[in-house]
């Protein structure tokens, strides 16, 4: 797997935050930070999608005959 160099822009804030994190030890640098933000995104968007999905197929299902005390 090659890299790709990337660039961006952030405020003081957002950069004192990294650093803060980087000197407590969670990460050793600034692209090990944006790469775990990046993976825990790409995680949350997978359970959003299969979570829609679950919803979308319940409601195709169809009602029940069966009363919520038969539930």
């Known amino acids: 797997m090659g890299?790709?160099?990337k660039t961006i822009t952030l405020t003081a804030k957002p950069d004192q935050w990294i650093k803060e994190q980087i000197s407590a030890g969670k990460f050793?640098?600034?692209s090990e930070y944006i790469r775990d933000l990046i993976r825990?995104?790409?995680?949350?968007s997978a359970k959003y999608e299969a979570l829609k999905q679950t919803i979308y197929e319940?409601?195709?299902s169809g009602g029940s005959d069966k009363t919520l005390r038969e539930v």
């Open 58 to 60: 319940g409601l195709e």
């Open 3 to 5: 890299f790709i160099r």
């Open 28 to 30: 050793t640098n600034d």
């Open 40 to 44: 825990r995104d790409q995680e949350q």
